[in-house]
């Protein structure tokens, strides 16, 4: 039984309530942050903290607990549970006011819920899947306009990943004016004669903390790199594809729609850009 960790007490899972009036429930008024573990050490912490804070800003919500003694709390789960590979799922909501309504409530009488878990997923960085790459399907994207903010609003991506195991493949992408956006929980990639080309930053999308570090490290190994939309075609006909995330790293994508990309096989940048991502990541874990 994991140990989980809500509003400052360690519990078993089992002994673990969150009022129903949490506005989280509620309201899905509450963002989000999903770690890695290697090694029994988290990956790209620091990122995970900085856009958490960001998201809790943009929202009005008051910080409930600092960057400090987040990162003790993820430690002591780690070492809790006896995680080696896997993850860890924080969620801050605004809290549980006395009963539901649509306005705020007073922050100075109603505390933030915070609320961790982990998930241990042994064998996390030689996933066999990467191997041989996804197949996803686009899809509308009729989300609401503020993705940037990782927000638990997360029902249409569930579909969305529900619509592709539907087709007999793996994810989504999703497509707003003809333009690629990002995948259900990633961020989408496509290879054209050795350039990564990868929708630019806006509200549109989500600020992936992993998609920053593969994007740092594909410079520094001299990639080029192109920060533009492109289309489901543009997809279709390019040489390679890929999405990162915080729980896939890097994933190499072989069909689109049901077109193969080359040889059906991942390409040379992919599980490159994989490669350096973990061993760069795991030199900085902490």
């Known amino acids: 039984m994991r140990t989980v960790y809500v509003n400052g007490e360690y519990l078993p899972e089992n002994e673990a309530k ?119 399907i686009s899809i509308e994207d009729i989300r609401w306009g503020r993705r940037d903010i990782k927000t638990v609003q997360l029902l249409y991506p569930s579909m969305g990943k529900m619509m592709a195991k539907k087709a007999g493949c793996d994810d989504a992408w999703m497509v ?25 930053l ?20 001299q990639m080029e790199v192109e920060e533009r939309s492109f289309t489901i075609e543009e997809a279709q006909s390019a040489d390679e594809a890929f999405i990162t995330s915080a729980s896939t790293f890097v994933m190499p994508v072989v069909e689109i729609d049901g077109v193969t990309l080359g040889d059906g096989t991942p390409g040379k940048v992919a599980p490159r850009l994989r490669e350096i991502y973990l061993d760069e990541s795991l030199k900085a874990a902490m």
């Open 18 to 136: 969150v009022s129903i009036f949490d506005r989280g429930f509620l309201m899905a008024d509450g963002v989000y942050e999903v770690t890695s573990v290697l090694g029994g050490k988290l990956i790209d912490f620091d990122g995970h903290a900085v856009r958490l804070e960001r998201s809790l800003s943009e929202l009005d919500m008051p910080a409930p607990i600092s960057k400090d003694d987040l990162l003790e709390v993820h430690r002591e789960l780690v070492r809790l549970n006896g995680i080696d590979e896997g993850l860890i799922y924080l969620q801050i909501t605004r809290g549980a006011p006395d009963d539901r309504d649509f306005v705020f409530p007073d922050p100075e009488k109603v505390t933030p819920t915070v609320v961790l878990f982990t998930q241990n997923k042994p064998g996390l960085a030689a996933n066999p899947q990467a191997a041989k790459g996804i197949k996803v």
């Open 202 to 221: 806006s509200n549109d999308i989500l600020h992936g903390i992993t998609r920053a570090a593969v994007l740092r490290f594909a410079r520094e190994a």
């Open 176 to 200: 707003e004016e003809g333009k690629v956006t990002e995948g259900t929980s990633n961020n989408a990639y496509i290879v054209k004669g050795g350039k990564i080309i990868t929708r630019h």
